[in-house]
Structures are given as C-alpha cells and as structure tokens.
C-alpha cells in the first residue's frame, strides 16, 4: 500500500473596492452670501459610477435643472459658481447623452409640498480624474433643464435653466473607504491509493 498524499492549495483572494464619498450642503442662493441650509446631499463613487442621493426642502413644485457648476464661489446669488463644469468642452445634454457636459445631471421634481427626494447615478461625473466635481457647486435652476433638445444657443450652453434658487460645495467625504476582502481557502486533500 502506497501512501499518496496530494495537497491542493486553492487561494481566493477577492480584490479591494474602493469606496469614494464626499457631501454638499446646498444653500439658498443669496446676494451677498448663501441663505439658509436646504439639505444635504451625498455622493458615492463605486464601481465606475457616481451616485448623488439626499433630500432638499423649501423649492418651488415642478421641474428644476440639477447640475454641477465649475466654481466654488457661492456669492452674488449662485451666479459665481460659473457654467457647467465642462472638462471636454462639449455641449450641453441630457446624462443619458456621449454629446454633454461633465456637470449635466438633467432634472430634479420638487413634489408640491416643496421637498425632493434625489437620487441620480451618473457614469461620467466623478470623484477623481478629470471629471473629478470635488470643490465644484451643485446649482439648483429655477427652471426645468431642456436637455439641450431645443437646438438654441441657450440650449446648448445651460438647457435654459434660468436663474439659479439653490448652491453649494461639494466637499471630500471622509476620505477613501476601503472594503478590502481577503478570502484564503487552503485545503488539503488526503488520498490513500492502494495498489
């Protein structure tokens, strides 16, 4: 009788995901400074997608252009905030569009009794690389954002969102999370052979 021994090594290893957060308290627009908190929304990079979620109250019912301006400056009613955070110089579009900004996050629907409950995902805003929307302005429009369907000047630029109601910074979160999983399986197959 032979005595074989066969050891199987079997080593699982499943990669580190990492986890981008950051968060914006979103201000009343105001002449000099911003007014009063409205809310706060939070982001979340993960998995190639950004994800914006949060609840603001105090807007006017209906349809509101959401976008993310290429300033960090709050003052003179949101206004200095600047256009839309645009890196590749596109032209304005919906989120689902190749042809659009970086900062075009299409609409939000405030529910009559003037509250909104966001949630968006987006594939090119990010919280690194060139897209990166850290230290940019989240801008809540007057009006409803026309996707840059209209073919107008004022289409492609800003999808005739109007004035802008509500601002702020988006801010590093606390930092990278990191969910690192490691999983070693060894096991060890004893087999007796007879001859």
């Known amino acids: 009788m032979k005595s074989v021994v066969f050891v199987l090594l079997l080593l699982n290893h499943l990669t580190d ?51 993310i301006h290429e300033k960090s400056d ?16 596109k032209d304005h579009g919906a989120p689902s569009d190749e042809e659009r900004h970086a900062g075009d996050l299409g609409n939000i629907l405030v529910k009559d009794d003037g509250t909104v409950n966001i949630v968006v995902e987006d594939h090119l805003a990010s919280l690194e690389g060139k897209t990166n929307v850290l230290n940019h302005a989240v801008v809540v429009h007057e009006k409803a954002d026309d996707l840059g369907k209209r073919g107008d000047a004022g289409s492609k630029k800003t999808g005739n969102a109007g004035s802008r109601l509500a601002c702020g910074v988006i801010a590093s979160g606390s930092g990278v999370v990191v969910i690192s999983i490691g999983i070693t399986l060894i096991s060890f197959l004893t087999v007796k052979l007879l001859h």
């Open 74 to 89: 709050l003052t003179n009613n949101c206004l200095n905030t600047g256009g839309h955070f645009n890196p590749f110089e």
């Open 17 to 67: 995901a990492e986890k981008l957060t950051a968060s914006v308290d979103v201000l009343r627009a105001g002449e000099k400074t911003p007014g009063e908190k409205i809310g706060t929304l939070n982001f979340v990079q993960e998995n190639g997608k950004l994800k914006i979620t949060g609840k603001l109250s105090g807007l006017p019912p209906g349809k509101h252009g959401f976008h």
